[in-house]
């Protein structure tokens, strides 16, 4: 087993942490000209923001989308026309809606709706929104990949809808401003088959099964200046996201693996037989690629799956129906076809159809070897004959896509230009059904139902979401203390420093004794990319600040939560800017502490940084 980097120790105690709080938010509200914060319970206000176990009926909004035999939406269905049920048992449609998208005109930088208590179940929508998942390969060749997804932004999205980009690591706020989108989406394209030669150099082999899955900086910093050029949307760092199921899809990728290793010393011809190998040699005959091929494409797969699930996370708070719209080179070929379940179930619980482009055509795995031009020193990978074991393995990739969109009500297209899978997804998100009904079993029991939904008019086709958790409940009204926490937490779960926000932090002083030990700590936060708003001649913004103390053996021994609240002239605003803010904490501990986190989160610019600091 891989020894963890020392910024992890601290990372299990404050995920302890994190679980034991809940949704333990800011304590003290403190002045910035003297911040001082001290050890703060959750308050009764935050504890009441978790989600509850409700008993009764529930209104379960059903997004249909209806299409014929060409892929044209079917617009004149009756309600009389549908049936839907639940686990088998035929339900009675309480709320029918048709909706239409058509152009309207909006603010220029309008925001998505949010989910609250006060948002009806069921409330119709006037755009839509869709967030372009840009997954690991190369995307544009042979299908035209990035320029079927610049089409969909520059020449199909309505003026009211909202759309953002995700990939790697980053993704960008959504924004009805798309030219911003499409020039992120333009240096991606320009610089995406560099990066994608440059972490496969560094993650392949066996450094993909045993190395650090850490994007390398000066890849980062290629990365970042996609996301950051001129003229873009905000974009933020997208932490690693837990896939639902992800300790079964470990250890079916870890077996995986093995077997493609396994194959490639059966496939070695020099390698001496010795017993009866013949599942073995029928394992290395059929393996569609080398180990290190193999792996590395694992590799991919696996961040695909955890920014699937990071990006229905994304959307999760955002009202109605969304669309995400992953981008895969070959699809995703998973070690066991019950892998993708989780997180199919969480896009269906939070109202989040995948629609899935494969740009990749058939072309079979490059080859490593120098092209006869590019002499001893190598070259650019060049495509190789596809073998019949490498197009199992490629239909078994764009099952898995057709299986999510399925499943979440999205279409999926593969083999084709994607202008045209694009133009599809427009289409049929351009009418839809909004249908809802009270379930006949009303016992809330946090359990997964499937839902059904067919027409009686025949030779249609119907794309719906195919399931939801008995539990479904809106978002706190608090939203703040509910998204301070979510960041927090995904904070706490992430072993690196994050710099969105930058922080360093020192120890002050020490003082143990019998009965009560203190830690201080100094602090100094960048401001420089925090959201300030103006009050008259002040400038004004808030910072919440998370502190986690953890003991030799990673036992959280103390925490601190502090929301501070900054108010400031434009002189003393200018020298923040210029020098940071200095943030002075007294840390109350129940044992000598090793590790100290610091997690600093600002809500109006949706940006978190963090540091880990190591006691002598």
């Known amino acids: 087993m891989m020894n963890r980097a020392p910024a992890s120790r601290v990372v299990g105690a404050v995920c302890l942490s994190l679980v034991l709080a809940g949704a333990a938010g800011v304590a003290a509200r403190q002045q910035a000209s003297a911040p001082q914060a001290s050890t703060a319970q959750p308050s009764p206000a935050l504890q009441r923001s978790q989600p509850s176990f409700r008993s009764g009926v529930t209104l379960v909004p059903v997004d249909v989308r209806v299409i014929d035999r060409n892929g044209k939406p ?54 839509r929104v869709f967030l372009i998942l840009l997954g690991r390969g190369r995307l544009q060749y042979p299908s035209n990949g990035l320029n079927g997804v610049i089409h969909l932004v520059k020449d199909r999205l309505l003026p009211q809808d909202q759309v953002a980009v995700m990939a790697w690591n980053r993704a960008t706020d959504f924004t009805n401003d798309h030219a911003k989108i499409i020039a992120v989406l333009e240096r991606f394209k320009r610089q995406h088959e560099l990066i994608e030669e440059l972490l496969v150099s560094r993650v392949s082999g066996l450094a993909a099964v045993y190395g650090s899955r850490e994007i390398p900086k000066e890849v980062q910093k290629t990365i970042d200046a996609v996301f950051h050029g001129a003229g873009t949307a905000t974009s933020r760092r997208i932490l690693p996201s837990d896939v639902p199921g992800g300790d079964a899809f470990q250890k079916n990728t870890d077996k995986a ?113 120098p092209t006869a031009a590019s002499g001893l020193g190598g070259g650019r990978s060049v495509a190789g004959v596809p073998s019949a074991a490498f197009n199992t393995m490629n239909t078994f990739g764009i099952g898995a896509l057709r299986g999510m969109s399925g499943a979440t009500g999205g279409v999926s297209s593969a083999y084709q230009d994607a202008a045209r899978a694009v133009d599809r997804i427009d289409a049929t998100t351009r009418f839809s059904y909004l249908i809802g009904y009270r379930p006949t079993n009303n016992v809330v029991d946090a359990r997964y139902r499937r839902i059904a939904v067919r027409v009686t008019r025949p030779g249609l086709t119907v794309l719906y979401r195919h399931g939801y958790y008995s539990n479904e409940a809106p978002p706190p009204l608090d939203r703040r203390a509910s998204l301070t926490h979510q960041r927090i937490a995904s904070a706490g779960y ?123």
């Open 494 to 616: 992430y072993a690196k420093p994050l710099t969105d926000i930058p922080v360093t932090v020192s120890v002050n002083a020490v003082m143990l004794g019998a009965a009560r030990s203190d830690v201080t700590l100094d602090a100094r936060i960048d401001l420089s990319r925090v959201a300030f708003a103006a009050e008259g001649d002040q400038h004004v913004a808030s910072i919440d600040v998370a502190i986690f103390a953890a003991d030799k053996d990673e036992r959280l021994v103390g925490q601190s939560w502090n929301k501070v609240d900054l108010k400031m002239g434009h002189a003393t605003f200018q020298e923040a800017i210029r020098k940071g803010l200095p943030f002075t904490v007294k840390l109350s501990v129940v044992a000598q502490p090793r590790w100290v986190k610091v997690i600093v989160y600002n809500y109006d610019a949706d940006l978190v940084g963090s540091t880990v600091l190591k006691l002598k």
């Open 74 to 127: 079917v617009t004149d269905l009756r309600q009389d026309e549908f049936i839907v049920t639940e686990d088998g048992v035929r339900q009675t449609i309480s709320h029918f809606a048709m909706q239409r998208f058509e152009a309207l005109t909006v603010e220029p930088g309008a925001k998505p709706a949010l989910r609250t208590r006060a948002t009806p179940t069921i409330s119709e929508q006037s755009g």
């Open 257 to 369: 693996n093995e077997n493609a290793q396994t194959a490639a010393l059966m496939a070695d011809p020099e390698r001496p037989m010795n017993v009866a190998e013949s599942f073995d040699s029928a394992m290395a005959e059929n393996q569609p690629l080398g180990f290190d091929e193999f792996v590395t494409q694992q590799a991919q797969v696996s961040q695909d799956m955890q920014n699937l699930s990071a990006g229905i996370e994304y959307m999760r708070l955002l009202q109605g129906e969304k669309h995400l719209v992953f981008v895969s080179e070959q699809g995703l070929y998973l070690p066991d076809a019950a892998d993708n379940a989780g997180v199919l179930a969480r896009a269906n619980q939070a109202r989040v159809v995948i629609d899935t482009i494969q740009t990749g055509g058939v072309q079979g795995p490059p080859t490593t070897a």
